[in-house]
């Protein structure tokens, strides 16, 4: 019990990196796991925080109003990071385009920009963008792209009713809309193009890689000589890349580690119900 107590402090202690990377949260969104980012950033710390675009959800925000606290707390975290010195830098995606209209612009610290290049540790180039202007239906279909969204929505839905029967039934979790958004995208090869576009992007660019996020698919994986790596997002995976000191990137899965961190708050409430029979 000792050991696996020390073992979960440890993983409660903030970790630093070099730089954190983190896209597609929807904050706006009912589905925007909002908490777990709070969490996330409690216990990470880096010298460079780069959004990758849909962090805020413009267009669910134009369709009704949903911005509960802890929205604004995930925003006010970030702007007391970059009142302590951590360089923000935001990347505006399809979803928070209403940005984009001010690349240069500094709010409360954070930079908006309309992409960069990023300079790793090891001496590689990576280029970051969200990638929306490579996807083929938000690109030439705006009406398709918001039905998407819509579609979207009725699975995340129908995730939560399903998700409340298998937990009844002692069933693990299972994702109907990660499924049902896999299925989709297999169907016209979507993930795989949208790769091999967006890294073609990067070496046009004398880049070594390429970080982006939109497709909500977590992978870090070469290319043909170039580095692709997506963020994730944190509606359903709960996924942000880490640069370590070295130039090593990490693909970080909080709601895994999430769990870890309430059974050690469950210990210490345990020990501390315990000590006053103790004494």
């Known amino acids: 019990m000792g050991h696996e107590r020390q073992l979960v402090k440890d993983m409660m202690e903030p970790r630093h990196f070099r730089t954190l990377f983190i896209s597609d949260v929807h904050l706006g969104s009912k589905a925007a796991k909002a908490d777990f980012l709070l ?17 805020v959800d413009g267009w669910r925000l134009k369709r009704s109003w949903y911005w509960p606290q802890v929205c604004n707390d995930v925003v006010q975290k970030l702007l007391r990071k970059a009142r302590k010195g951590t360089r923000v830098v935001y990347i505006p995606g399809n979803h928070d385009e209403f940005l984009r209209a001010f690349p240069g612009m500094h709010f409360g610290g954070i930079e908006v920009v309309e992409r960069m290049m990023h300079d790793g540790a090891d001496g590689r180039k990576y280029l970051i963008l969200h990638g929306d202007e490579f996807d083929v239906v938000v690109r030439n279909a705006r009406l398709l792209a918001y039905l998407g969204d819509w579609a979207y929505d009725t699975a995340i839905r129908i995730n939560i009713i399903l998700a409340a029967v298998r937990r009844r039934l002692g069933m693990p979790y299972w994702s109907f809309s990660a499924w049902a958004k896999l ?60 640069e370590h000191e070295d130039g090593t990137f990490e693909l970080i899965t909080w709601r895994a580690l999430a769990s870890s961190v309430t059974a050690l708050a469950a210990i210490e409430r345990e020990d501390a119900e315990l000590a006053p029979q103790a004494a």
């Open 183 to 242: 299925q989709v995208k297999h169907a016209v090869n979507f993930i795989g193009e949208f790769e091999r576009v967006v890294a073609e992007e990067a070496r046009k660019n004398g880049a070594d890689g390429v970080i982006c996020g939109h497709i909500h698919h977590a992978i870090i994986q070469d290319m043909d000589g170039i580095r692709y790596i997506n963020t994730g997002d944190w509606v359903e995976s709960c996924t942000a890349v880490a």
């Open 39 to 55: 969490d996330f950033l409690r216990h990470h710390e880096a010298d460079t925080i780069v959004l990758v675009g849909d962090i």
